[in-house]
């Protein structure tokens, strides 16, 4: 239940920062070194690409790793767990208990930060004398391409990161041609959290989970319902007047199964569950802000429009 809901509110807090967070900055070169501006507006400078590399979010981890500089990462937070070199690193915590005495031993050239972690989080390592790096979230796809370009300004892999970038927009632009022959579009319940079944958390506008399912030819159960809620708790009734084509379990991770999901009082004639239409997803391809965002829209694309894809 409780790592269910922690789910839930690990995402909410991704979803809050990226909504004040300013317009994600275009990294720069000077002369003597690096310089970027972060999500906190703060300008972070290095002397050279940095090689001992501390990531403290999960999506920061990810997106290291995608522009090639996972052997410079020296630590993770709690929850990195991909890709799976991850797990040889040492953990320094997570959420709002990092330890910080074993980050200041690790010595590290860079701290890199995401929105998950609070400005005083920031301001207390950087008291330290470690140059911390707040990267700010991305709304949309092309904003996760420039996050990648910073990543890889810090860390000297602009070229892996322009060839990735440049493969990620060719799988996106692939995929979009193909949904042009879209007529129709199904309701999708994207279902993160049902510790209470009969009142499930879902997704709605501003998240990535909505941006996808739309991208990938879907109608989210939240704009048919006329949810406005990011992350809303729905009724059994407002489930039932929307009727989904598709339920999509994003807790599936958490040991919600097909099946009970059928037996939950009401749901027996909802037309995804008649039609068997419900399936288990890894809620990680649309949660975490970095390159698998491209894999998450192909899989919802692949369940929400099967026929294309025959």
Known sequence: MFRKLALVLFVLALLVSACAAPATPQPTAVPTGISVADGLGRVVKLAGPAQKIVSM??????????????????????????????????KIGGTNKYNIEQIVALKPDLVLMAE???????????DLGITVYYLANPKTLEDMYTNLLIVASLT????????????L??????????LKAVTSRPVVFYELDST??????TAGPGTFVDLLIVRAGGANLTTAAGIKDPYPQVSVEQVVTTDPDKIVLG???WGTTIESVGQRPGWE?????????IFPFDDNLVSRPGPRLVDGLEALAKLIHPELFK
């Open 269 to 277: 004639k909802l037309k995804a569950v008649v039609g068997q239409q």
């Open 116 to 126: 998950i972690n609070t400005p005083e989080q920031v301001k207390s390592i950087e």
């Open 251 to 253: 807790d599936s991770m």
């Open 196 to 201: 209470d079944p009969a009142k499930p958390y």
């Open 156 to 167: 000297g892999h602009e070229k892996d990161a322009a060839s990735l970038i440049e493969t």
């Open 57 to 90: 979010a999960p999506s920061n981890t990810e997106l290291l790793f995608a522009v090639g500089a996972g052997k410079q990462v020296i630590a993770r937070d709690d929850f990195s767990d991909f890709p799976a070199e991850v797990s040889a690193l040492p």
């Open 169 to 178: 927009k060719t799988r996106v632009a692939a995929l979009d041609e193909k």
